[in-house]
C-alpha cells in the first residue's frame, strides 16, 4: 500500500501541477488509510477499556450511560432555543488540534453556523449546573454535497469550531477510523434519544450495544437500493437495541487498539428497534476523504 502511494507521490510531484487528479487520488488513498485527526482521540478517562462490562447495558433497550464516560458526544441546539436538543454531535480534532463537531445533515434546517451551538461535557440534558457543561459555537458548517434528503446518503455535516476547549477528562475528541469496520462487530450507540418509538426521551445519556450486519443482510431487510455505499447497519435479528429519534448525529462507536472510534453517524431505521429492521447509519470510513477535505484541506 505504502509503496503505491510513494509511487503515485512521486508520479504526482515529477507530472503534474497542484490540485492534479493524480494528487487527488493520492489524497483519497491516503485519507482512507491513513490518521487524519490528532493523536490522543478516542480515551475515555472516567472508563477505561474496551466497555464489554457495559455489554449488558437504552436509547431503545439499553440503559443510562455511567456520567461522563462519552467525551466526545455533544447536544446540538438552535442558538435561539438553547434548552432544546435537536441531535447528537461529536467532537473531533483534525490534524493541527483544531475541534470541529460531525453530525448528520438530516439534522440541520439551516445552513448558517451562528445559528447553531453543542452543549458538550454533560449528561442530564437538562441540567444546566452540571460543573462540565461547555457551550460551543461555531463559525462554518460544511454538509456533505452528496447528501439527499430522499435517499439520506451521505447523511453528514461538520461544523468548525471556534469555543477555545479545555484539555479535561469530560471533553474530549473521539478517532475517525482508519480502516473499514468487520461484519458482527461489536458497538455501542449513544444518545439523548427517544427510549422506544414515539416514546419519551431521558434527560440523561444513554447507550445500548449492537452488532454491525453485514451490507446484504440489510439490503434484503430495507430492499437493495435504499443502502447506499455510504450507509451501514447495525442491530440484532429481533430488534429491541437501537437508536431512535433525537440520537440522530450522534455516534456508533467501535473500540479498536484501545482507542474508541467513530464508526457510524445515527441516520435513520424503519421505527425503532423493530424485528428485522436495523438502525441505519452513515459510514464514516466511506465519508472519510470528504471529512478529511473539510478538517485539513479547506
Ligand atoms: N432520524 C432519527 C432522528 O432524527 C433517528 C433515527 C435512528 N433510528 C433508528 N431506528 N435507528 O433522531
Redesign the pocket.
Known amino acids: 500500500m505504502y509503496t503505491l502511494i510513494a509511487c503515485v507521490l512521486i508520479l504526482a510531484t515529477a507530472q503534474a501541477g497542484p490540485a492534479s487528479g493524480v494528487e487527488e487520488l493520492v489524497r483519497k488513498l491516503r485519507s482512507r488509510y491513513d490518521k487524519i485527526d490528532a493523536p490522543g482521540c478516542g480515551q475515555r478517562p472516567l472508563a477505561p477499556g474496551n466497555g464489554v462490562s457495559e455489554l449488558t447495558t437504552r436509547i431503545?433497550g439499553g440503559k443510562e450511560s455511567m456520567p461522563y464516560t462519552w467525551p466526545a458526544i455533544c447536544s446540538l441546539r438552535y442558538v435561539q432555543e438553547p434548552n432544546n436538543h435537536i441531535?447528537?454531535s461529536n467532537l473531533v480534532k483534525n490534524l493541527a488540534g483544531e475541534y470541529y463537531l460531525i453530525t448528520?445533515a438530516?439534522?440541520l434546517n439551516d445552513t448558517r453556523a451562528s445559528r447553531y451551538e453543542a452543549h458538550c461535557g454533560i449528561h442530564d440534558r437538562a441540567d444546566e449546573s452540571e460543573p462540565h457543561r461547555i457551550i460551543v459555537h461555531f463559525n462554518n458548517l460544511y454538509i456533505h454535497s452528496g447528501y439527499n434528503s430522499w435517499t439520506m446518503d451521505s447523511d453528514i455535516a461538520i461544523f468548525k469550531v471556534v469555543t477555545s476547549l479545555p484539555t479535561n477528562m469530560f471533553i474530549s475528541a473521539v478517532c475517525i477510523p482508519n480502516e473499514g469496520w468487520t461484519d458482527g462487530e461489536i458497538s455501542i450507540?449513544a444518545?439523548w434519544?427517544?427510549l422506544s418509538?414515539g416514546g419519551s426521551s431521558p434527560y440523561k445519556l444513554h447507550q445500548v450495544n449492537k452488532p454491525i450486519k453485514p451490507r446484504s443482510i440489510c439490503e434484503q431487510r430495507y430492499g437493495v437500493g435504499a443502502i447506499t455505499p455510504r450507509m451501514l447497519c447495525a442491530?440484532l435479528p429481533n430488534g429491541g437495541v437501537?437508536?431512535?429519534?433525537?440520537?440522530?448525529?450522534g455516534p456508533l462507536y467501535t473500540y479498536r487498539e484501545n482507542r474508541w472510534t467513530l464508526t457510524g453517524i445515527?441516520?435513520?431505521?424503519?421505527?425503532?428497534?423493530?424485528v428485522g429492521?436495523?438502525?441505519?447509519?452513515s459510514d464514516v470510513i466511506e465519508l472519510k476523504d470528504w471529512i478529511n477535505t473539510v478538517l485539513n484541506f479547506l
Request: with cysteine; proline share 3%; glycine share 30%.
Open positions: 431503545v441531535c447528537g448528520a438530516h439534522c450507540v444518545g434519544g427517544a418509538s442491530g437501537d437508536a431512535c429519534t433525537g440520537d440522530s448525529g445515527v441516520s435513520w431505521g424503519h421505527g425503532c428497534g423493530e429492521k436495523p438502525g441505519v447509519y
